[in-house]
C-alpha cells in the first residue's frame, strides 16, 4: 500500500501551485463596483453627495469614477437634477451574462414542462452567497402571484422554500445563516428555531415547502441543484396560489422538482 507521502500531487511544491492567486486590491474597480451596486439597489436616482456618503467616498473621487462609469454607457446623470442611475449600457452585460448560463440554458426546458403541468410559475435561481439569489430563467402561469418576478429579479439568499434550501446546502457557518436570517422579511415570519428543524427536513427530503411563510396566500417549492459535493450553487422554484396546492399535492409536486433538479445537475456537471 502506497502512504500518502507517495501519492501523486501531494508533493509541497504541487500543493504550493494548487493554492489560489493572491488577489491584490485595485481601489477604482472596487470603488465602480461598489457604486453600481449602489444604484442598483437604490429605488431612485442619487446625487453625488448621497453616493459618496454612502460609501465613504472622497466626493472627487466619486465624481471621477462616475464620469468614467458615465462615458462607458454604464450610468446615466440626469442634467437637470444632476442625479445619477444605471444607464442601458448594463443591459448588453447582463443579457451576456444570462445568454452564456449553461444552467440557465439546461434548466429552462425542465421550468416549462413544470409550469405547463402544474400551472404554476417556474424560476431558475442562482446563488450569490448568503445575501441574496438571482433569477436566470423563468416560465410564467397566468395566476397573479403578489410577486413580480422576471428575469433579473433579486431576492434574499435565504427567503421562503429556497431559503431553507440554501441554508441546508450552502454549506455556511450556522451563525452566518441565523445573522442574515434574522434581517428577513416576511409575511408571517417562522421563529429561528422552527426555521432550523425546517432546515434539517430539507436536508433528508431534497426539497422545501413554504406556506404562505413568505407570501400571504402563496405556496412556494423549491429543490437545490447540487454538485458532486452536495453543494448548492442554483435552485429550481414553483410558485402558485396556496388554494391550488393541498398538502397532498405540494409533496407531490415537490417530489417532481427534485427529480426535474436532479436531471438538471447531472447535465450542469456530469464532465
Known amino acids: 500500500m502506497k502512504t500518502p507521502s507517495s ?6 511544491g504541487s500543493k504550493s501551485q494548487r493554492r489560489s492567486p493572491r488577489v491584490r486590491a485595485v481601489p477604482a474597480v472596487t470603488r465602480a463596483i461598489a457604486i453600481l451596486r449602489l444604484l442598483g439597489n437604490s429605488a431612485s436616482p442619487l446625487g453625488l453627495k448621497a453616493i459618496a456618503q454612502s460609501l465613504d467616498l472622497v466626493p472627487s473621487t466619486c465624481l471621477h469614477i462616475l464620469r468614467a462609469l458615465i462615458e462607458e454607457k454604464l450610468v446615466k446623470v440626469d442634467a437637470y437634477s444632476k442625479r445619477y442611475r444605471l444607464d442601458l449600457g448594463m443591459l448588453p452585460l447582463a443579457r451576456a ?4 448560463s449553461s444552467f440557465a440554458t439546461l434548466v429552462q426546458p425542465e421550468l416549462d414542462r413544470l409550469s405547463k403541468q402544474y400551472g404554476l410559475t417556474a424560476i431558475g435561481v442562482e446563488m450569490l452567497g448568503l445575501e441574496y439569489m438571482i433569477v436566470v430563467a423563468l416560465s410564467r402561469s397566468p395566476a397573479r402571484l403578489g410577486l413580480h418576478v ?6 434574499p439568499a435565504l427567503i421562503s422554500a429556497s431559503g431553507r434550501c440554501v441554508a441546508a446546502f450552502g454549506h455556511h ?11 428577513l422579511r416576511w409575511d408571517n415570519a417562522p421563529k429561528l428555531g422552527v426555521w432550523r428543524k425546517e432546515v434539517e427536513s430539507v436536508k433528508r427530503n431534497g426539497y422545501s415547502i413554504d406556506r404562505s411563510n413568505y407570501i400571504n396566500g402563496v405556496t412556494i417549492i423549491a429543490a437545490p441543484v447540487l454538485d458532486a459535493n452536495q453543494h448548492m450553487a442554483q435552485g429550481i422554484v414553483l410558485l402558485g396560489l396556496a388554494e391550488q396546492i393541498n398538502k397532498s399535492a405540494a409533496i407531490a409536486i415537490a417530489r417532481d422538482l427534485r427529480a426535474a433538479a436532479q436531471t438538471v445537475a447531472m447535465q450542469l456537471f456530469s464532465h
Not at 451574462?97 to 452564456?100: A, T
Not at 457557518?173 to 434581517?183: L, M
Open 7 to 12: 501519492a501523486p500531487g501531494t508533493s509541497a
Open 97 to 100: 451574462v444570462l445568454e452564456n
Open 150 to 155: 422576471v428575469v433579473g429579479s433579486r431576492f
Open 173 to 183: 457557518p450556522w451563525s452566518d445563516v441565523a445573522r442574515h436570517f434574522r434581517s
